[in-house]
């Protein structure tokens, strides 16, 4: 008897961890191997990036488009869950103007998880010499004990990539 409510305490208590799901198709590495130092280091957040297959962008959590960058190339989310997260598709893609990108959302825009964001072309960007790697953060992730990623493997649009537990 002491077990159901214990069951029942946990099913009621409010959900603390944070999912976020892979904003891209592709192969998923380690923070490391990004070749800039803001994000290899940690300085913006934490989590994992994605060498895309596909040149478009997914919303990875419920949430709002708390910032899109002129130039589309990168996004920032609020997850429903309180999570914050920034999806920067590219090295120094900043650089081309939003050339390449298509936005799909606005500031302000609620999302559900899958809903896209933005088209990019992924040939036309490494042809102007950028390096499409894509870092996905959470960038507040003082607010979580643990963030843990999915690396070292092949990633599809909505499969569970970075898990932030309080």
């Known amino acids: 008897m002491a077990a159901d ?3 029942n305490e946990e099913k009621t208590s409010p959900q603390t961890d944070a999912v976020v799901l892979a904003p891209i198709k592709g192969k998923a590495v380690s923070l490391s191997q990004v070749n800039d130092i803001t994000f290899s280091e940690e300085i913006m957040g934490k989590g994992a ?3 895309p297959s596909e040149g478009r962008a997914v919303s ?3 949430g ?15 997850a429903d869950n309180g999570a914050e997260i920034l999806i920067h598709i590219g090295l120094d893609t900043v650089r081309l103007g939003g050339k390449y990108f298509t936005a799909h959302v606005k500031n302000g825009d609620k999302v559900k998880a899958g809903d896209l964001l933005v088209d990019f072309d992924i040939k036309a960007i490494q042809e102007e010499g950028y390096d499409t790697i894509t870092p996905v953060l959470v960038t507040n992730p003082d607010n979580y004990s643990n963030i843990l990623t999915l690396i070292d493997r092949d990633v599809n649009e909505k499969e569970e990539f970075i898990k932030a537990t309080k």
């Open 60 to 62: 990875p959590v419920d």
């Open 49 to 51: 990036a994605i060498i």
């Open 64 to 78: 709002v488009v708390s910032a899109i960058f002129e130039t589309n190339h990168a996004i920032g989310l609020t």
């Open 5 to 7: 409510i214990a069951v």
